[in-house]
């Protein structure tokens, strides 16, 4: 059991190119999320995906863009990397709550991003 | 803006020692939940109070909730080298579901053995 498992673990890229990070998890959890986490800041949320086909804005939804085209897997897109998004990106799923608000969210173990 | 807030930011113990660790958090919330996060890896949960309840134990772990100040503690106990990690707390404020938990910043723990 991979639990939640985030690909690529490292990256570096110039500034206004593109990449995709791709978040799995095998655990059948309905919701997903991304965060990035800054020194000092803690994690804050950027998208997040209550189900198959939809997602919606967290906190930071500037400059990404997210697919939940399959269950088990959650990919978070940079059109145009800048230095800003320089940050660790976690993945996390939890149990759908459906009416119960005490499910733990399970996290992947990042992805250290480098914009030059 | 970070809906918990962890004090202190950072503390050193001795191995065998207590370690107490605060959180506190600006709206009404239906729980509160710890995390762990080891260097270079992700965050893993501890444990989670809801709003009814007052205090949780769970192995050397022990999290108090105070609604009336919006805040809560964790306490380590016998602490271990294994602890050190830092340490987060995550509200599920109460106008949301689960998709919402907002993090603090964090207390980096340090045992010393």
């Known amino acids: 059991n991979a639990g939640v498992t985030q690909t690529p673990k490292f990256r570096v890229l110039k500034t206004g190119q593109s990449m995709t990070l791709l978040c799995a998890q095998d655990?059948?959890?309905?919701?997903m999320y991304w965060y990035r986490q800054d020194p000092g800041m803690g994690l804050r949320l950027i998208h997040y995906?209550?189900?198959?086909?939809?997602?919606a804005k967290g906190e930071v939804p500037d400059g990404y863009n997210v697919s939940r085209l399959k269950k088990q897997n959650f990919l978070l897109g940079l059109e145009s990397a800048a230095p800003s998004q320089t940050s660790v990106y976690f993945c996390?799923?939890?149990?759908?709550?459906?009416?119960?608000?005490?499910?733990?969210?399970?996290f992947g173990d990042g992805t250290r991003l480098s914009i030059l | 803006s970070q809906q918990g807030e962890e004090d202190p930011q950072a503390l050193s113990i001795q191995e065998g020692e207590n370690a107490t660790m605060n959180c506190s958090y600006k709206?009404?919330?239906?729980?509160l939940q710890w995390y762990r996060q080891n260097s270079g890896r992700g965050l893993v949960h501890l444990i989670l109070i809801r709003s009814n309840e007052r205090e949780k134990h769970s192995g050397r772990l022990r999290v108090t909730l105070d609604t009336s100040k919006k805040s809560s503690s964790l306490l380590i106990t016998a602490s271990r080298a294994a602890d050190t990690a830092s340490y987060f707390c995550a509200t599920d404020p109460h106008n949301f579901g689960n998709e919402k938990l907002t993090f603090g910043t964090g207390t980096r723990l340090t045992i010393i053995p």
């Open positions: 996390a799923s939890s149990y759908s709550s459906q009416g119960r608000r005490d499910q733990p969210q399970h």
């Open positions: 655990m059948n959890h309905e919701y």
């Open positions: 709206t009404s919330i239906n729980n």
């Open positions: 995906s209550v189900g198959e086909g939809t997602t």
